[in-house]
């Protein structure tokens, strides 16, 4: 059973950094593509950035490109969101998800919409404030 967990959210005055982690247990998260969602109460989870599988190729959407950075530790089985100069517009849940699993040499691309991952974890905070 896929099994994810976010975690490396918290309180951060604007400017600031984090980097979330999503981990992964119950399989090797190499083979799945990967992305990250935000989202804020009332509102639909939005992607903000994906990691395809073994291929690794990645996306971030346009709204946050420059501050977010996605990347995986494969050895820690486990996918990075690093965002930098952080925004008060930055705050909500975000969560990780995955999908797959895909034989390394077949590249899963990555997607946009929350029904194209099978996978979720429960979210982490992130609140931006001074």
């Known amino acids: 059973q896929v099994q994810l967990a976010e975690s490396g959210g918290g309180l951060v005055q604007p400017g600031g950094s984090l980097r979330l982690s999503c981990s992964a247990f119950?399989?090797?998260?190499?083979?799945?593509?990967v992305g990250w969602f935000r989202q804020v109460p009332s509102m639909e989870r939005d992607g903000v950035s994906c990691i395809s599988n073994s291929v690794g190729g990645t996306t971030v959407a346009d709204s946050v490109k420059g501050r977010f950075t996605i990347s995986r530790d494969n050895a820690k089985n486990t996918v990075f969101l690093e965002i930098t100069n952080l925004k008060p517009e930055d705050w909500g849940v975000y969560y990780c998800a995955a999908d797959g699993p895909q034989a390394p040499h077949i590249a899963l691309p990555c997607r946009w919409g929350a029904v194209d991952f099978t996978y979720w974890g429960r979210g982490t905070q992130v609140t931006v404030s001074s």
């Open positions: 119950g399989v090797t998260l190499y083979y799945y593509t």
